[in-house]
């Protein structure tokens, strides 16, 4: 029904910046709140960021000033502005979306993308 598409991950420096894109594609659905997690190899995923419907975001404490998430509900698209990247920050990046078919916005389900890498160096 949801599919979601990661996508701008890659190979930066410390001290750099990458923007991550993630798509929503499909028939018949609505977007409700979307996150941004994150999971580095021997880790549990984490949660990065949230975003509501309505654009009321929240952060991890240790991206908090150097991340904004965002969305484009008209293009079903959320993106994470990554700043002022550290090493700690290196992982598999990826989108998460609560969604509910159009006509039936009561009932809800989770989807996740495959993820998109992110490597920073020092």
């Known amino acids: 029904q949801v599919q979601l598409v990661e996508s701008g991950g890659g190979l930066v420096q410390a001290g750099g910046s990458l923007r991550l894109s993630c798509v929503a594609s499909?028939?018949?659905?609505?977007?409700?709140?979307m996150a941004w997690y994150r999971q580095a190899p021997g880790l549990q995923r984490e949660l990065v960021a949230t975003?509501?419907?309505?654009?009321?975001?929240d952060y991890q404490d240790s991206v908090k000033g150097r991340f904004t998430i965002s969305r484009d509900n008209a293009k079903n698209t959320m993106y994470l502005q990554m700043n002022r990247l550290l090493p700690e920050d290196t992982a598999v990046y990826y989108c998460?979306?609560?969604?509910?078919?159009?006509?039936?916005?009561?009932?809800?389900?989770?989807?996740w993308g495959r993820g998109t890498q992110v490597t920073v160096f020092s």
């Open positions: 975003i509501s419907s309505s654009g009321t975001a």
């Open positions: 499909g028939s018949n659905f609505r977007i409700n709140a």
């Open positions: 998460n979306a609560a969604a509910s078919p159009t006509h039936t916005w009561w009932q809800e389900s989770d989807y």
